[in-house]
């Protein structure tokens, strides 16, 4: 009986050195397998982190650059809107000098009048004080007259309706003028209506 007890206590130390080294292994190998991963895990985080990176600095630059076309944009249209409200000042009075100017011709006409009749010259005088105030209050506004006659024919100032062939003066000389032009500051008001001097040559080919 002695011997059986002491071979079954043998056999219980046997079982539990077997389980002992056997769960020894798996813990080995766990610790291992372990070993061997977790070196990976950290590399593909810092890749992800990296490309991460790397896409909110392009975002950035994104960003920065329409928030610089943006600005320009807007200094640009600040600009325009400015000059656009200079030039509106500039020129706000074109519309009632156009009309003043058409008054001024009536007055050059009227002035202009011959007559023996002394009621008549009266108002002629009256007429050419006028006039004469009138034309001072459209120099004040910057209203200048076209230097027309006996000038050089230019049709950024002049509107010819007719030729004439004087050979006694050069070509494109203005020969008379019918209605006079006038500048507003760096703008023609209303350009002069001329005649123009041209050789018969021409004169023939305009004719043709």
Request: aromatic share 6%; hydrophobic share 30%.
């Amino acid at each position: 009986m002695y011997n059986r007890y002491r071979e079954e206590e043998k056999q219980e130390k046997e079982l539990k050195q077997a389980e002992a080294e056997t769960s020894g292994e798996e813990s080995a190998a766990e610790t291992e397998a372990t070993g061997e991963e977790t070196p990976a895990a950290p590399a593909e985080e810092k890749d992800a982190a990296g490309e991460e990176t790397l896409d909110l600095e392009e975002e950035v630059k994104r960003l920065k650059d329409l928030y610089l076309r943006t600005l320009a944009d807007a200094e640009n249209f600040k600009r325009r809107i400015n000059e656009e409200r200079i030039r509106e000042r500039k020129y706000a009075a074109q519309g009632l000098l156009e009309k003043l100017i058409s008054v001024i011709d009536i007055f050059d006409q009227a002035i202009g009048v011959e007559t023996d009749d002394p009621k008549l010259k009266n108002f002629l005088t009256g007429f050419t004080i006028i006039n004469k105030q009138l034309n001072e209050i459209l120099e004040e506004e910057g209203v200048k007259k076209i230097d027309a006659r006996d000038q050089i024919f230019d049709p950024a100032y002049h509107h010819a309706v007719e030729v004439e062939h004087d050979e006694n003066k050069e070509d494109n000389i203005v020969l008379e003028v019918y209605q006079n032009g006038y500048t507003f500051k760096d703008r023609v008001l209303r350009p002069a209506l001329v005649k123009v001097n041209k050789s018969k040559k021409e004169e023939n080919i305009d004719h043709e």
